[in-house]
């Protein structure tokens, strides 16, 4: 065998095993849930059946704990972004010494563990401020580190921002206001969809950091964790292939949006082209 086939058998064989690792334990989970056993497993396969969807359908706590994630997710979406928004923007027009303390310290939320975090808000907004765990103090909890998200992105979309727009529009007479809403924002509207979808995803599947500031107020990890220590059913599976056909869903309309928008771009720079001909020829 020459060093190129080889290298290409190695390659072959990587992707094989990667893949197998990344989705064969989401086939079996799939498999499973269509399994009559009711314990989560495709061995022994005792038969076909859809009840589990039944009974994840007549599970009203599910349902109360999935609306109650959905509303933290919302709540996260409306304070992270925005706090992100403005960190990025203040780090991306200070050229000081302090740029690089500023952004260390709004950075250091993503290497806090969970847990730390969880902790201290608890404590701080219980004694200090008399705030109770709830619906409330998760959202305080996860933004304080998913705005750190946010704002990573929002920093990488504006290293191709081109200022001297803004000083041009500044110099035509425009506002502060006027600049930031109708050249700043439009350019990073591409940023704060990606980091909406981010702090949504982020904050639906904490676990670490809800766990102490959610109080009475159950999300959907934590009503999996708590099935799986009192007793896991094939229900949780059928949750889990409804949230992947979501996901695939998503990313198939994502892609359709995507390349409708390319097939206009490039509609948009062929009739540009054949205008500058016919120009020149003229």
Request: hydrophobic residues 65%.
């Given at each position: 065998m020459t060093a190129d086939r080889i290298r290409s058998s190695l390659v072959i064989l990587y992707l094989v095993l990667f893949f197998s690792y990344l989705f064969l334990p989401l086939i079996i989970m799939t498999a499973a849930t269509f399994n009559t056993s009711r314990f989560p497993t495709v061995a022994p396969?005792?038969?076909?059946?859809?009840?589990?969807?039944?009974v994840l359908w007549n599970d009203g706590a599910m349902w109360t704990a999935l609306w109650t994630s959905f509303l933290i997710?919302?709540?996260?979406?409306?304070?992270?972004?925005?706090?992100?928004?403005?960190?990025?923007?203040?780090?991306y027009r200070l050229h000081s010494r302090a740029r690089t303390v500023l952004y260390a310290v709004m950075v250091s939320p993503l290497l806090t563990p969970g847990v730390i975090i969880g902790i201290s808000t608890l404590v701080f907004w219980d004694r200090w401020l008399d705030v109770k765990g709830g619906i409330f103090l998760t959202v305080i909890a996860q933004s304080s580190f998913i705005a750190a998200y946010a704002m990573l992105m929002f920093m990488a979309r504006l290293q191709r921002f081109d200022l001297t727009q803004e000083e041009a529009a500044l110099d035509l007479g425009a506002s502060h206001l006027q600049v930031f809403r109708?050249?700043?924002l439009p350019y990073l509207m591409p940023a704060i969809l990606s980091a909406a979808f981010i702090a949504f995803l982020q904050s639906f599947e904490n676990y670490n950091t809800t766990i102490f500031v959610r109080g009475l107020d159950t999300?959907?990890?934590?009503?999996?964790?708590?099935k799986v220590r009192t007793g896991l059913t094939p229900a949780v599976n059928a949750l889990s292939v409804i949230?992947?056909?979501l996901t695939i869903l998503g990313a198939v309309f994502y892609e359709v949006i995507r390349r409708r928008e390319l097939s206009r771009q490039e509609s948009v720079r062929r009739r540009a082209v054949q205008a500058d001909m016919a120009l020149a020829a003229g």
């Open positions: 396969w005792l038969g076909f059946t859809l009840d589990w969807f039944k997710a919302l709540g996260v979406i409306a304070l992270a972004v925005p706090i992100g928004l403005a960190a990025a923007l203040l780090l109708r050249i700043t999300t959907l990890t934590v009503y999996i964790a708590s949230m992947i056909g």
